[in-house]
């Protein structure tokens, strides 16, 4: 089981998507994507993500991978994976 992480097609085409497209982790991520999720403002200002549940949000792809693989080390601590 992978961890929940949730993203919005609008803020994936500012180029998010590379972040999770052929990426070391896309393979520890179960990925949804909605048209929308209602998170408007910051959708407009910065990139982001829910990550089970917790908004992760960054002024670059780079960061905000950063986040993500530190979650996902997080994760797979906490569950024994």
């Known amino acids: 089981m992978n961890p929940l992480v949730e993203v919005c097609d609008q803020n994936m085409a500012k180029g998010g998507r590379t972040l999770f ?3 070391p982790i896309s393979e520890k ?3 949804v994507s909605y048209g929308c999720t209602s998170n408007c ?3 407009a200002q910065k ?6 549940g917790e908004i992760l949000s960054s002024d670059t792809l780079v960061e905000l991978e950063k986040m993500l693989v530190e979650k ?5 601590d906490l ?3």
Not at 72 to 76: C, G, R, T, V
């Open 21 to 23: 497209e052929d990426s």
């Open 41 to 43: 403002d910051l959708c």
């Open 79 to 81: 569950n024994g994976e």
């Open 72 to 76: 996902i080390a997080e994760w797979e």
């Open 29 to 31: 991520i179960d990925l």
């Open 47 to 52: 990139f982001f993500c829910i990550f089970e």
